[in-house]
C-alpha cells in the first residue's frame, strides 16, 4: 500500500485533450507539447467524460479520486488537471506505462 503522507507536498499539472465516445479508455497518444491524449468511452454529457477522466487517471495513477481536479476544461475536450500528492516524474512514469 502506498503511503500518501509521504508525497503530501508534491502536485502535478498535466495537459489533456479527451476523445469521448471511445471504443475503450486508454492513453492514445503522448502529443510533443506534452499533452495527453486520452479516449474514454463517456459521452460529453452531463459531466459523465469529466468523471470518467478523473476515474481513470485515479486507476492509472493509482491515487484516490479526491487527489484529482479539473482545473479547467470542463466543457471542452482540451483540460488541465491538477494531481496532488504525486511529483511529476512518477506521474509521468505512471502515465507512460499505460502508454500502448
Known amino acids: 500500500m502506498t503511503n500518501w503522507n509521504r508525497d503530501a507536498g508534491a502536485s502535478t499539472m498535466l495537459s489533456v485533450r479527451v476523445i469521448p465516445r471511445a471504443?475503450?479508455?486508454?492513453?492514445?497518444?503522448l502529443m510533443?507539447?506534452?499533452?495527453?491524449?486520452?479516449?474514454?468511452?463517456a459521452p460529453p454529457v452531463d459531466g459523465k467524460a469529466?468523471?470518467?477522466l478523473v476515474e481513470?487517471?485515479?486507476?492509472?495513477?493509482?491515487?484516490?479520486?479526491?487527489?484529482?481536479?479539473?482545473?479547467?476544461?470542463?466543457k471542452?475536450?482540451?483540460k488541465r488537471v491538477h494531481i496532488n500528492g504525486l511529483d511529476?516524474?512518477?506521474?509521468?512514469?505512471?502515465i507512460k506505462s499505460h502508454y500502448q
Open 23 to 29: 471504443k475503450k479508455c486508454e492513453i492514445s497518444e
Open 32 to 41: 510533443q507539447d506534452g499533452t495527453i491524449k486520452i479516449r474514454l468511452t
Open 76 to 78: 471542452g475536450r482540451n
Open 50 to 52: 469529466n468523471l470518467a
Open 56 to 74: 481513470f487517471l485515479s486507476d492509472i495513477l493509482e491515487i484516490p479520486s479526491s487527489r484529482i481536479e479539473l482545473v479547467s476544461g470542463l
Open 88 to 94: 511529476e516524474q512518477t506521474t509521468l512514469r505512471r
